[in-house]
Nanobody, 124 residues
């Protein structure tokens, strides 16, 4: 059974930073796509950043230059470093993993496994 557990959310002022972590267990695909998504109240879930098993990375335009996705394979942990946070970054952040299909993009339909989310609140 694949499990994803996020941590690192919190409340910060605009301009601040947070680092989210997502520890996975039971995930054994050698070719994969892992990602971070967020959902603000009343809005649809949107892809923030994805990383594939070859190190390829894609970001949403709204976070380019501010967020960095990375993965520590030895620790089974996915990270999202968020700098220069803005109030519009507020939302529930979820990590996700695909089922080894070979594609990687910021579409929620691609991902099979999801964490329960960690809340990020940015005040102005």
């Amino acid at each position: 059974e694949v499990q994803l557990v996020e941590s690192g959310g919190g409340s910060v002022q605009a301009g601040g930073s947070l680092r989210l972590s997502c520890i996975d267990s039971g995930y054994r695909y050698s070719s994969y796509c892992r990602g971070w998504f967020r959902q603000a109240p009343g809005k649809e879930r949107e892809g923030v950043a994805v990383i594939d098993s070859d190190g390829g990375i894609k970001y949403a335009d709204s976070v380019k230059g501010r967020f960095t996705i990375s993965r520590d394979i030895a620790k089974n942990t996915l990270y999202l470093q968020m700098n220069s946070l803005k109030p519009e970054d507020t939302g529930m952040y979820y990590c996700a993993a695909d089922g080894g299909g070979g594609f990687c993009y910021t579409g929620a339909e691609l991902f099979e496994y999801w964490g329960q989310g960690t809340q990020v609140t940015v005040s102005s």
